[in-house]
């Protein structure tokens, strides 16, 4: 199995940058799809991006299209998000998570390995 930690979160102004990282140590990251999901006070979690297993395709959730990019650099055991023009709405614990499945997928269920999240605030 791939055991995912995140990194990078912290407080940042709105129209500000942020880059998080999730490293995960193995020979086998590469035999899984990865997402980021992210969690805010009161709400459930969601979806915000995906990469498959060789990183030529990426998705990304309607309210961070064009402003986020998720990537992976497998040499690294590494993903990626980068997320640009932070909204107050970005405020969230963000999580990054392994897909075992050979299908992508938006739905939190088909991720079993999660990591810990990482905050991020965005302050006006």
């Known amino acids: 199995q791939v055991q995912p930690v995140e990194s990078g979160g912290g407080l940042v102004q709105a129209g500000g940058s942020l880059r998080l990282s999730c490293g995960a140590s193995g020979r086998t990251f590469t035999s899984y799809g990865m997402g980021w999901f992210r969690q805010a006070p009161g709400k459930e979690r969601e979806f915000v991006a995906l990469?498959?297993?060789?990183?030529?395709?990426?998705y990304y959730a309607d309210s961070v299209k064009g402003r986020f990019t998720i990537s992976r650099d497998n040499s690294k055991n590494t993903v990626y998000l980068q997320m640009n023009i932070l909204e107050l709405e970005d405020t969230a614990v963000y999580y990054c998570?392994?897909?075992?499945?050979?299908?992508?997928?938006?739905?939190?269920?088909?991720?079993?390995?999660w990591g810990q999240g990482t905050q991020v605030t965005v302050s006006s």
């Open positions: 998570a392994a897909n075992p499945s050979r299908w992508d997928s938006i739905r939190l269920a088909e991720y079993v390995y």
């Open positions: 990469i498959n297993r060789s990183g030529g395709y990426t």
